[in-house]
């Protein structure tokens, strides 16, 4: 089925209705799973005891930080290159969505960090370019709110977005390219994870439960955005309706 | 289960990940509320949307991103 059927957003909408409730559906059983997994079967590590639990929760929030804002670079894309009607509500659906998973990551890697590492921060590559990431995020926001017009706008956000997608493989590969006290990758690297499959079967598990809530918030709030800018076309429709009427009452003679 | 000397860091990431994911679900709640209301407000006042009905009879490949205004 070719993306070009979803550029109706009433056809979208009305996929939407169909796929939300059992996207929920396996949300909320991939998040029991993952954390019956996480705090009952999963073991402890031997050097950082209890606290590698804070890992099921700051690597898949580190991922979906991430694959949001990728997204967000090949809705770009889409504004730009493909016109696609849908492509700009789909990255401006997902900016706060991508800011509330960076900030996540930052927080609980931070409250990590105190324990293992002895501070809650360090400039470090790896955490200043991820803080980079969430600065993005809140400027691209700042940046919707700042025009009114929502397509002007998503042709602005879209630029921006592309540029500050320079800052994806500097996040990725800033544990090899500089001496980080974060650790390098352990999970998606060349020759297999590192972790032992006891924790990699949580983590896992984890990380598809933040993608499906990740897809649930994202479908929901493009669907709030199909809807404001059809509030917002009705109005500007009854404003320009009812602005000649108003003209021709308050017209007064030239002196 | 124990959590170990470290339990505050354990439930305190744990505690913000849920408030951040529920204040997240109510972002999105809260707006569609916001957003039904006012749709229902302007069918109150008699405005509606034009090219509903055409709309429903899915129109494909548009080139400007008008669509997805109206």
């Known amino acids: ?255 | 289960m124990d959590l170990g000397t470290h339990a505050g860091f354990i439930i305190a990431s744990y505690a913000v990940c849920l408030a951040v994911v529920i204040g997240l679900i109510l972002w999105v709640v809260i707006d569609r509320k916001r957003q039904e209301a006012d749709l229902e407000e302007l069918a109150e006042q008699g405005i509606t949307r034009a090219g509903a009905a055409k709309g429903d009879t899915g129109q494909t490949g548009p080139k400007t991103s008008e669509a997805a205004k109206a």
């Open chain 1, 1 to 255: 089925m070719a993306i070009w059927d979803y550029a109706n957003p009433t056809r979208f909408l009305r996929l939407v209705q169909i796929i939300l409730p059992w996207l929920i559906g396996l949300c909320v059983i991939a998040f029991a799973a993952g954390l019956y997994m996480t705090f009952f079967t999963a073991p402890d590590d031997y050097q950082q005891g209890a606290t590698v639990k804070i890992m099921y929760i700051h690597v898949p929030a580190a991922w979906l930080a991430m694959m949001c804002y990728s997204i967000m670079a090949i809705s770009s894309l889409g504004t730009l290159v493909w016109k696609h009607p849908l492509a700009d509500v789909s990255a401006k659906a997902a900016a706060p969505i991508g800011a509330a998973f960076t900030f996540m990551s930052l927080v609980t890697g931070s409250l990590w960090g105190k324990p293992m590492w002895g501070t809650y921060w360090v400039w470090d590559a790896r955490l200043t370019s991820v803080l980079v990431l969430f600065i993005m995020y809140l400027g691209l926001i700042a940046l919707w709110r700042t025009m009114e017009d929502p397509i002007k706008a998503g042709k602005a956000a879209a630029i921006l977005t592309l540029v500050g997608a320079l800052n994806l493989p500097i996040i990725k590969f800033s544990v090899e390219w500089w001496n980080t006290l974060h650790q390098p990758a352990s999970v998606m690297r060349m020759g297999g994870p590192t972790i032992a499959t006891s924790m990699l079967i949580p983590l896992f598990v984890m990380a598809i439960a933040f993608t499906l809530l990740f897809f649930v918030l994202h479908l929901m709030a493009m669907r709030n955005e199909i809807l404001r800018r059809r509030v917002r076309a009705m109005r500007l429709k009854a404003a320009a309706t009812a602005r000649p009427a108003t003209v021709t009452a308050t017209a007064q003679p030239a002196e």
